[in-house]
C-alpha cells in the first residue's frame, strides 16, 4: 500500500484529491489534513470497506467515498471535475479487501482488479491529451508499474 503522508500536499496547487482504493483511508485523511483541496473523492471497490469509510468520513460534506471500481469511479469523476480544474491523483488500488479480510497475494496473480494502475494511467492520459488539460499531479506508489518502463 502506498502512502501520501510523507508528502506536504499544501504546494500541490490541485483543487480536487482523487483516490483510487480508500483501504483504511489513512491517505484520504492525510489529504483532508494537509491539502488544500475543495473536494475529495476515494473510490473503494471492497462493501465492507467502502462502507467504514464513507461512516468514518461522514462529517465532511466535500468528501466523497465511491463505493465501485476504480476506473468506473475515474471515468465518473473525469466526467464531472471541469476541466480547468487541477486534479491530485492518488493511484493506490490494489488487492480488494485486504484490509478487512486479508489477502493472498500469491495465490492471485495480479490483473485489471487486483492491479488497475496501467488502465488509470491510460484513462488519465487519453483524457489529458483530448482535453489538453495541463495541471494534473500523479504521484506514483506501487512498485508494479514495469509496465512503463517498456
Not at 483516490?19 to 489534513?33: I, N, P, Q, V
Request: hydrophobic letters at 35%; a neutral charge; glycine letters at 4%.
Amino acid at each position: 500500500m502506498g502512502t501520501l503522508r510523507k508528502y506536504d500536499l499544501q504546494h500541490a496547487h490541485c483543487q480536487v484529491f482523487f483516490e483510487t482504493g480508500t483501504g483504511l483511508g489513512h491517505s484520504l485523511k492525510h489529504a483532508l489534513d494537509n491539502g488544500n483541496f475543495s473536494t475529495l473523492y476515494s473510490s473503494e471497490i471492497h462493501e465492507p470497506t467502502a462502507k467504514r469509510a464513507s461512516e468514518r468520513f461522514e462529517p465532511y460534506p466535500h468528501v466523497h467515498i465511491l463505493h465501485s471500481d476504480s476506473i468506473t469511479a475515474l471515468a465518473s469523476i473525469l466526467r464531472i471535475v471541469p476541466l480547468t480544474t487541477p486534479i491530485l491523483f492518488f493511484l493506490d488500488a490494489h488487492f480488494p479487501g485486504e484490509v478487512e479480510v486479508g489477502y493472498c497475494y500469491t495465490a492471485n496473480a495480479p490483473n485489471h482488479i487486483t492491479m488497475p494502475l496501467e488502465q488509470e494511467m491510460r484513462m488519465i492520459h487519453q483524457f489529458l491529451c483530448i482535453t489538453k488539460k495541463k495541471k494534473a499531479t500523479m504521484i506514483l506508489t506501487l512498485k508494479e508499474t514495469k509496465w512503463m518502463t517498456k
